[in-house]
């Protein structure tokens, strides 16, 4: 079972790879194919992990990091018929960097649901999490390609429908925690570092829509998505794998 996981791991990172290649020869069709491909096989992979886990894969890092494919392949779909957006590539590629990360991360195939973790919250919570998280990533890459090439007002254009869209579920995700948290320990918020810096995260994204239409302060916007992703990366990553950050949440390591 351990074999397969990696299988379907490697399987979806490749695929993932090959459709960013194929957008950037021009194949959008096969490219959008090579994506759906991708999507089954995470979807696989997710099942597997579920199966293993005997409960809803999201307790550990690497878990987490597999789901992101499923949430991506969607997004990139609604953006292209929705928003008038082609942006395969970008999105098959933030979910090539999860896949290489989960690769990069224990399997604890021992891993079990501990009781913290059983609440009618977890799921949502952390969905609603990685969806936003998600986004942001391909809001990130948007934001730099933009500083290259001549298509750069309408990269960061992209960038801002991205953030638009993560923004709800970045909000819900802390909502939803900090009602978690009174259910679970008794009070809505402990100022734990994972909390601070999921807050920090949510403040500089509603800077930046709070700055983004004003001319006086136009040049902020790719900054403000660049330095709202180091906090992501700060309050998904570091505070959970960083040995001396003490926190609550270290179940997720």
């Known amino acids: ?26 194949q959008r069709e096969l490219a959008r194919g090579m994506m759906a491909g991708s ?5 696989v992979l ?7 886990a005997q409960a809803v894969p999201f307790g550990n890092m690497r878990h ?13 779909y609604y953006m292209q018929r929705c928003r008038g957006f082609d942006l395969t590539g970008y999105f098959a590629g933030a979910a090539a960097l999860c896949m290489l990360g989960a690769l990069c991360m224990p399997m604890q195939a021992t891993w079990r649901q501990m009781p913290a973790l059983q609440s009618p919250w977890f799921a949502p919570h952390v969905t609603s999490y990685v969806i936003s998280y998600g986004f942001l990533t391909v809001s990130a890459i948007l934001a730099l390609a933009s500083c290259f090439g001549q298509n750069g007002q309408e990269r960061l254009r ?13 909000t ?22 994972k909390e601070a810096w999921a807050l920090i995260t949510w403040c500089v994204y509603l800077i930046y829509f709070h700055v ?4 006086t302060f136009a040049a902020w916007a790719r900054p403000l998505l660049l330095l ?3 906090a992501v990366l700060i309050t998904f990553f570091v505070v959970n794998l960083l040995p001396s950050i003490q926190s609550i949440h270290s179940y997720a390591q």
């Open 1 to 26: 079972m351990i074999t397969f996981v990696y299988m379907l791991t490697i399987a979806t990172l490749l695929m993932a790879l090959v459709t960013c290649v194929l957008r950037c020869l021009g």
């Open 39 to 43: 999507w089954l096989a995470a979807m």
């Open 46 to 52: 997710f099942v597997t992990n579920w199966v293993m």
């Open 64 to 76: 987490v990091l597999c789901f992101f494919p499923l949430v991506l392949a969607p997004a990139a």
């Open 158 to 170: 992209a960038a801002d429908e991205v953030v638009l869209l993560a923004f709800p579920f970045l």
């Open 172 to 193: 819900f995700g802390l909502w939803s925690g900090a009602l978690w948290a009174d259910v679970a320990w008794a009070r809505y918020w402990a100022w734990d570092m």
């Open 212 to 215: 983004r239409a004003q001319k």
């Open 228 to 230: 709202g992703f180091v």
